[in-house]
Every structure is written in C-alpha cells, then in structure tokens.
C-alpha cells in the first residue's frame, strides 16, 4: 500500500483511508460486509494513541542530522476471518455439549484444547453466563474424545466464536429442560439451580445438552466458484510500529508498537490483550530475526542456538486496545482474535524501516546483514543518506 502511495503521489494513511472496505461494499469474494465497521475511526484513534503524525515529521527532522541511527513509524492496516474459511465450518458440522452433573455443577464438554490461550477461562464464562450462574460452578471436561464430541480442531480464531456460540446454545438447553420440567422457574437463586440439577439427574441419569454447528442462512460458500461469504465475520485492525535502525551494526530495535483492533464483544480482556501481546511479539520475530534455512531438503538450523528468536529485551511497549462491535455469529457478540496480530507487525515494521532509512525492502526477517546488503548495493552504507519516501511489502 506505501508502494502504490508513492506511486500516486499520496501519503500512506490517505491511500488507506480511500481504499477502506465500507458496510454494504464487497470482498474480493464478493462477500458483502454487513458489519457495523468504521475503519477511518480505527485508523484514526491508533493515530492518536501512537502519536503518529509528530513523531513521523519529528523523525524525519533527526534523520537529516546524519546520525547513525535513524528511526521511522510505519502502519498496516487489515483484517482477518474467524472460523474456517468458505464451507470448512458447514463440513466440520462441529458438535458440543453441556452437562449438569449429580453435584449440581456444570460441565462443558468440547474437543478444543487449551495451551495457554484461555479456552477453559472463556468457555466456562459463556456456560456460566447463559445458565446464570457464578463462573466457579463451571468446569470444562478433558477433551478426551472417550467423552467430548467433535466440536472441531483448535484453530482457524474458532474457539470463542463457532465454538463459544455452541457453549452458549447448549447451556441455554440445560435451563430450558430444568424449567420445562417444573424443576426450575424463569428467575432462580444458584442453590435452586444446583438442587434442580441434583433432582433431575436422579430422576433420568445422565442430564446433557448437545449443539450442532448450522450455518445461518445469509452465510453461503460456493465450493465451484470460490465465491461468496469466506468468514461469517472478520476482525479488522490497525497497527503502528516505531522503529530504530542503527547503521553501524545494522540492527533493527522495535521502540514502540500500538496495536489497536475490533474484535467483536472482548469476553476477557485480560486474557484477550495476552493473545494480542504474545502474537506481536511473535510477529517481531517473524519480521526481523527468524529465518528459516534450508538446504537439500532440511533445515539447517533448527536448534535454539542457530535459531534467533526474540526474548523479552527484544520486545518493546505493545500496547493494546480495544473497538467493540456486534457480531451476530459469536458468542455473545465474540469474533476471533488468536491469528489476527500475526498479520499486522511485519508490514508495519518493515514500513517503518523503509521510512527510517528510505531503502525499500520486499522480504522478511530483516537481518542486519541483509540491510547491510541492501544498503551497500545502494551505496548507502558507508554514507547513509537522509530518509526517503516509504516503500512498502
């Protein structure tokens, strides 16, 4: 997009206000976008937050004073699909269950497994959430498949949204059967709700409620043409790295990073901002020390002494926040966020880089010796030029 800015003679944030998707437009799936969204009011409070605009006109000043260190702020702004992409959820058909067990307690039962990203934190708040009942009454089975059905893989930025909704309908299905039993009333106490649990598993055994994935209606992928509505919903974001390029070792420092993103209701946001915080930090690693070396058939350097991966004084302040918006598909308004902020860093970064000291690149990671290659075919590297104007991946 910087690329195309230059071309036209715009600058990169005018090139992107113009180009932004707007409700009632279409994908280039010809999906059209019935979100609620408002990408020039992202685009403009990261502005705000990140302080773009003066640091942007303040680096540009320092850079002329021919120092050896040169900084520059760089943008991307994009989106990302929940769940998987075209027919995949409608195949999957994903299954999950709910269960009110002789204690009175509950029991989500679902194939998604937990690795640190909050699986069992979220999906015990969607259960505890529509049956009315305090978070700790709610536990998540293993997902042992001796007893949990298939509610799909662990991946795709599903689990809260196509997942989450599923918790959502078949905990609903516990309270209907307690209240259409007689057992429960419309507006119950958690005592009431643990002793009509205890009383309806000793009257008929095993109390469990199953939901199975539908796809709605107005969500239709055509397998032949490979159009129509790729994700029942994406989330869209905007980010903004600052960066310090030092031309006596060629190493790139990320100063600062604002990461501003709209990903439908946050239902927790502690663990949401950790997803967010732990992807870019990923991502840094993916734009400027990970590479991948392979030769005949293998990689080279697959151990963690041959493999440069960022460690925590690598990183610099992320900050993360949050838009809000409705989303019909998910979990009490959810979307997906766990892939999202591996998208955004690398273009920003690599923006920011460009800018700081005006020498485009195409690739990634950016390796000092790599910058050092660049610059010195450019014959910049013994003399290293003011910036110039930012070209982009």
Request: charged share 20%.
């Amino acid at each position: 997009m910087d690329r195309i800015a230059q071309a036209v003679g715009l600058s990169p944030i005018e090139i992107r206000r113009q180009n932004f998707l707007q409700p009632g437009e279409t994908t280039t799936t010809e999906q059209i976008v019935r979100e609620p969204i408002n990408l020039g009011k992202l685009l403009d409070r990261t502005l705000e937050i990140s302080e773009y605009d003066s640091k942007k006109q303040r680096f540009a000043n320092e850079n002329r004073n021919g120092d050896t260190r040169r900084k520059g702020v760089g943008i991307a702004a994009f989106l990302h699909g929940a769940g998987f992409t075209g027919s995949g959820e409608r195949y999957l058909s994903s299954v999950v269950g709910v269960e009110g067990c002789a204690d009175g307690s509950v029991r989500v039962l679902v194939s998604s497994a937990e690795f640190g990203q909050g699986t069992k934190t979220v999906l015990s708040q969607i259960a505890a959430e529509a049956l009315g009942l305090p978070y700790e009454n709610v536990s998540v089975a293993q997902p042992d498949t001796l007893e949990v059905p298939n509610s799909g893989p662990t991946v795709a930025s599903r689990t809260a949204m196509v997942v989450g909704k599923l918790v959502q309908s078949a905990a609903s299905g516990i309270r209907q059967t307690l209240i259409s039993s007689k057992l429960l009333s419309e507006s119950y106490s958690v005592d009431e709700f643990r002793t009509a649990c205890r009383q309806h598993v000793a009257k008929h055994g095993q109390f469990r409620s199953w939901s199975r994935y539908e796809a709605p209606t107005d969500i239709f992928w055509d397998d032949e043409k490979y159009r129509g509505e790729a994700y029942a919903a994406f989330a869209w974001a905007v980010y903004i790295a600052e960066v310090t390029v030092d031309l006596t070792t060629y190493s790139v420092c990320v100063d600062d990073f604002v990461a501003l993103q709209e990903v439908g209701k946050v239902l927790h946001p502690l663990l949401a901002k950790g997803q967010i915080i732990g992807g870019v930090a990923q991502a840094i690693g993916f734009s400027l020390y990970e590479k991948v070396v392979w030769q005949n058939g293998r990689m080279q350097n697959c151990q963690m002494t041959n493999y440069i991966m960022p460690t925590s004084s690598d990183l610099p302040p992320i900050r993360v926040f949050f838009e809000e918006l409705g989303n019909v598909y998910g979990a009490y308004g959810a979307k997906g966020i766990g892939e999202l902020p591996m998208d955004g860093p690398a273009p920003a970064i690599v923006n920011a880089v460009v800018e700081a000291i005006g020498v485009p690149f195409d690739f990634i990671p950016l390796l000092p010796e790599d910058i050092e290659n660049r610059l010195s075919a450019d014959g910049l590297a013994a003399s290293p030029q003011p910036s110039g104007v930012g070209v982009v991946l």
